[in-house]
């Protein structure tokens, strides 16, 4: 399969939307088909929101984003594609309509994906010249940040296509299921449909209201299905015999009768009505982009928890951002060394400003980091070595604020390796304001050689010594920084 580097898009609603927000944070370029005449600021609106949210899902360097923009037919969105996502409406005819008519226009060998939460894919790819690059990769909502996407193929998907399409979400940071059998539903919304009947069974019944519900599920077992799912809860809740046990113990009231699960209640005028204003009453004056707002960040704060222990959502999170600091570290290695290195830039995100407008203090030492970081991969002191055990840690700081930086504002920072021994490193690093080259910062560092097992400083292992010592040689003979080895003088009392 070749590298993505564009993905059509067929609609740009909130799935859309969200499966461009994804691809362009990883750098990836997206066409979006809507006729919409607000498309454009809907989509804007959830990239922002999505931007926010990596921001404080990770520190990993993300790739420079793509580019993105709306067009009005499907032949625009697909015919320069390396992968195409379709997200209309769930409707079955529009679908294989509109799949076919973009099928026309795009390369024989991309792979069309569908979001569909439901429909057959046998039925979907039914319409199409080649329908065994066709498959389902059902993502869940907001679709920039949930791992979980289904892979399910139809009668004519070939192996091939499911695993290479499977492979690309994965490059995304996603955690693709591939279905052992096509089924209406698939398997999370089959499961997530028997909650929803039973609940709308409890509502008909007056039993509870929609936030009632809602307070069981969130403040419950909700909270332990985000990580164990529920044959790994039901295993442990058997005690050291484990599932035995608890079948033993709780099978047989699958045959209580008190569950109305097969029994869907009509969801009439007065039942809609009810749970209308119930969910109105539980919303109150709080507005839809507020709540996305609060959703992200509880995401993002769970999420952040999980990878501390390289678990389940966590995980996954965890070896997006190896693969992303290994890129990183890929574009390191074929940096200039003769200059001062230019490793690292971006732009001042909205959630970075301060009170007064500007970019707060703590996200220049954030920025500097990252530079720093990209420097160590340079010399082969990355991830991989950290992992190993070796480390280079911080052991002085000095920064200086020259400029205010706005927000969206582009920058770049170099960084200059003053001096250099078997277990130090002395650098010097600028951040620039790109659009005038003027410095914006700079940052004197200290770097520590250690081995992290011992808690103690030691000399660098050879092959970062061998990296090291051509880079400083080179950067001996620039020119020493005016402002290098300044500090605080202090301020004489009156």
């Given at each position: 399969?070749?590298?993505?580097?564009?993905?059509?898009?067929?609609?740009?609603?909130?799935?859309?939307?969200?499966?461009?927000?994804?691809?362009?944070?990883?750098?990836?370029?997206?066409?979006?088909c809507?006729?919409?005449?607000?498309?454009?600021?809907?989509?804007a609106?959830?990239?922002d929101?999505a931007?926010?949210?990596?921001?404080?899902?990770?520190?990993?360097?993300?790739?420079?984003?793509?580019?993105?923009?709306?067009?009005?037919?499907?032949?625009a969105?697909?015919?320069?594609?390396?992968?195409?996502?379709?997200?209309?409406?769930?409707?079955?005819e529009?679908?294989?309509?509109?799949?076919?008519?973009?099928?026309?226009?795009?390369?024989?060998?991309?792979?069309?994906?569908?979001?569909?939460s439901?429909?057959?894919?046998?039925?979907?790819?039914?319409?199409?010249?080649?329908?065994?690059?066709?498959v389902?990769?059902?993502?869940?909502?907001?679709?920039?940040?949930?791992?979980?996407?289904?892979?399910?193929?139809?009668?004519?998907?070939?192996?091939?296509?499911k695993?290479?399409?499977?492979?690309?979400y994965?490059?995304?940071?996603?955690?693709?299921?591939?279905?052992?059998?096509?089924?209406?539903?698939?398997?999370?919304d089959?499961?997530m449909?028997?909650?929803?009947?039973?609940?709308?069974?409890?509502?008909?019944?007056?039993?509870?209201?929609?936030?009632?519900?809602?307070?069981?599920?969130?403040?419950?077992?909700?909270?332990?299905?985000?990580?164990?799912?529920?044959?790994?809860?039901?295993?442990?809740?058997?005690?050291?015999?484990?599932?035995?046990?608890?079948?033993?113990?709780?099978?047989?009231?699958?045959?209580?009768?008190w569950?109305?699960?097969?029994?869907v209640?009509?969801?009439?005028d007065?039942?809609?009505?009810?749970?209308?204003?119930?969910?109105?009453?539980?919303?109150?004056?709080?507005g839809?982009?507020?709540?996305?707002?609060?959703?992200d960040?509880?995401?993002?704060?769970?999420m952040?928890a999980?990878?501390?222990?390289?678990?389940?959502?966590g995980a996954?999170?965890?070896?997006?951002?190896?693969?992303?600091?290994?890129?990183q570290?890929?574009?390191?290695?074929?940096?200039?060394i003769?200059?001062?290195?230019?490793?690292?830039?971006?732009?001042?995100?909205?959630?970075?400003?301060?009170?007064?407008?500007?970019?707060?203090?703590?996200?220049?030492?954030?920025?500097?980091?990252h530079?720093?970081?990209?420097?160590?991969?340079?010399?082969?002191?990355?991830?991989?070595?950290v992992?190993?055990?070796?480390?280079?840690?911080?052991?002085?700081?000095?920064?200086?604020?020259?400029?205010e930086?706005?927000?969206?504002?582009?920058?770049?920072?170099?960084?200059?390796?003053?001096?250099?021994?078997?277990?130090?490193?002395?650098?010097?690093?600028?951040?620039?304001?790109?659009?005038?080259?003027?410095?914006?910062?700079?940052?004197?560092?200290?770097?520590?050689?250690?081995d992290a097992?011992?808690?103690?400083?030691?000399p660098?292992?050879?092959?970062?010594?061998?990296?090291?010592?051509?880079?400083?040689?080179?950067?001996?003979?620039?020119?020493?920084?005016?402002?290098?080895?300044?500090?605080?003088?202090?301020?004489?009392?009156?």
């Amino acid at each position: 399969m070749n590298p993505i580097r564009r993905l059509g898009l067929l609609g740009g609603g909130v799935i859309g939307a969200g499966w461009a927000a994804r691809a362009v944070l990883n750098g990836i370029d997206a066409v979006i088909c809507d006729p919409d005449p607000e498309a454009g600021r809907k989509v804007a609106e959830v990239i922002d929101n999505a931007r926010r949210a990596w921001a404080g899902m990770t520190l990993a360097p993300l790739p420079r984003p793509g580019n993105w923009r709306i067009v009005r037919t499907p032949e625009a969105a697909v015919e320069a594609a390396d992968f195409v996502q379709e997200s209309l409406p769930e409707r079955e005819e529009m679908k294989i309509h509109l799949l076919a008519q973009a099928e026309r226009a795009m390369r024989d060998d991309v792979i069309i994906g569908s979001s569909t939460s439901g429909l057959l894919p046998t039925r979907l790819q039914s319409g199409l010249r080649h329908p065994g690059r066709f498959v389902v990769g059902h993502p869940f909502n907001p679709v920039y940040l949930m791992p979980l996407i289904e892979v399910c193929g139809g009668a004519a998907t070939s192996a091939a296509t499911k695993t290479q399409a499977a492979a690309f979400y994965r490059s995304l940071g996603m955690r693709p299921l591939i279905l052992r059998k096509e089924i209406d539903g698939f398997i999370a919304d089959r499961l997530m449909e028997a909650l929803w009947r039973e609940a709308l069974w409890l509502i008909h019944d007056d039993v509870a209201s929609a936030e009632e519900i809602d307070d069981a599920m969130r403040f419950g077992p909700g909270l332990r299905w985000a990580f164990m799912g529920t044959f790994l809860i039901y295993r442990i809740a058997g005690g050291e015999p484990g599932m035995r046990h608890f079948m033993a113990q709780f099978g047989p009231s699958l045959k209580w009768p008190w569950t109305k699960l097969m029994d869907v209640p009509e969801l009439d005028d007065a039942l809609l009505e009810k749970i209308v204003a119930q969910s109105d009453a539980q919303a109150g004056a709080t507005g839809i982009r507020e709540y996305e707002r609060l959703r992200d960040q509880c995401l993002v704060a769970i999420m952040q928890a999980l990878k501390t222990q390289d678990y389940a959502a966590g995980a996954v999170l965890a070896q997006h951002e190896r693969a992303l600091w290994s890129a990183q570290g890929r574009a390191a290695a074929a940096a200039e060394i003769a200059a001062p290195l230019r490793l690292f830039g971006g732009t001042v995100e909205p959630a970075w400003i301060d009170y007064n407008g500007h970019m707060t203090e703590s996200r220049y030492l954030q920025v500097f980091s990252h530079a720093s970081d990209a420097m160590l991969a340079l010399i082969g002191a990355g991830t991989d070595y950290v992992a190993r055990g070796h480390s280079y840690y911080t052991a002085e700081t000095h920064i200086r604020h020259l400029h205010e930086l706005p927000p969206g504002a582009a920058y770049d920072v170099t960084t200059q390796i003053l001096g250099a021994d078997t277990k130090r490193l002395h650098i010097w690093q600028v951040l620039h304001r790109t659009a005038d080259a003027a410095p914006a910062a700079t940052c004197e560092q200290m770097l520590l050689h250690v081995d992290a097992k011992a808690g103690k400083t030691c000399p660098a292992l050879p092959e970062v010594q061998e990296k090291i010592d051509p880079i400083l040689a080179a950067h001996a003979a620039l020119q020493w920084p005016a402002d290098a080895g300044r500090a605080i003088r202090r301020v004489p009392t009156p």
